[in-house]
């Protein structure tokens, strides 16, 4: 998809990966881009270096989502592509309380459908729209240290493969954006939580990961992979799901191993 003349909205864009992605946008010509996140005040922040609209949005609410596309529609008349790229992380395991587990799984997963509920309409009568979901690798390899964050962002690339099977052909365009590390403020926190560098060392910057996405939209493609080497490790798993099992459990085993 062409990006000149779009209306694009971001949500998680107060900093990070969304703050990239909007000031990227930005820089393509478009109509307009709407930063959208929980933090207010960070949003405006962004909004003016980049000339854009500010909105606080708590994405886990429905209502604050709905909102968001009406106050959008109402004001440029459409949405051309939505970046449900909002997220969080919960480290643990089943023991990981319950609160955390609703909390990740309404931020994570739920909010990504609330959008598609309510942009999906407007795309569809349409006939054209696109859809970027910020996913993450661990959505196609899980996590060693986090299965609240695992299962959630596996949760979200098949609800986002649903779409595009869905309306793929309705003229919905849909990508999952599937990094491994980040130079984020999430990783820095999930580093200093494990105590281990764990993808920190082949952790990218933001802009590179908004650099990945717009040549992604631009050639349409579901899955965008900043880290190459996510294919590979991908493939590997479907060929042989029990040897890469035993991979992942060494992995953990030796990041335990030299973690503190």
């Excluded at 965008?224 to 029990?242: G, N, Q, S, T």
Aim: aromatic share 6%.
């Amino acid at each position: 998809m062409e990006l000149t003349g779009r209306v694009i909205v971001v949500t998680g864009a107060a900093r990070g990966i969304g703050r990239a992605l909007a000031t990227r946008f930005a820089s393509e010509g478009v109509k307009a881009v709407v930063i959208a996140d929980v933090d207010g005040d960070g949003a405006s922040s962004v909004a003016k270096e980049i000339n854009a609209t500010a909105i606080q949005c708590n994405v886990a609410h429905e209502a604050d989502v709905e909102r968001l596309v009406e106050h959008v529609v109402a004001e440029h008349g459409r949405i051309d592509v939505f970046c449900s790229n909002a997220g969080i992380a919960v480290a643990g395991g089943p023991e990981a309380a319950d609160s955390d587990w609703h909390r990740i799984w309404e931020v994570n997963v739920m909010a990504h459908v609330y959008v598609a509920r309510h942009v999906l309409p407007g795309m569809l009568a349409r006939k054209e729209g696109y859809i970027l979901g910020t996913v993450s690798a661990a959505g196609l390899l899980n996590h060693v240290f986090a299965a609240p964050y695992g299962v959630t962002k596996a949760a979200a690339l098949s609800f986002f493969e649903w779409l595009a099977i869905a309306h793929g052909d309705e003229g919905i365009r849909v990508s999952c954006l599937c990094p491994q590390g980040v130079k984020t403020a999430m990783l820095a926190a999930e580093r200093e939580q494990l105590g281990t560098s764990f993808l920190t060392e082949s952790a990218l910057e933001p802009e590179v990961v908004a650099e990945a996405v717009v040549k992604g939209i631009a050639d349409e493609r579901f899955l965008i992979l900043p880290h190459p080497e996510v294919a590979e490790f991908f493939r590997r798993k479907a060929d042989d799901y029990d040897r890469w099992l035993r991979g992942m459990r060494r992995l953990r085993a030796n990041l335990l191993s030299t973690a503190g």
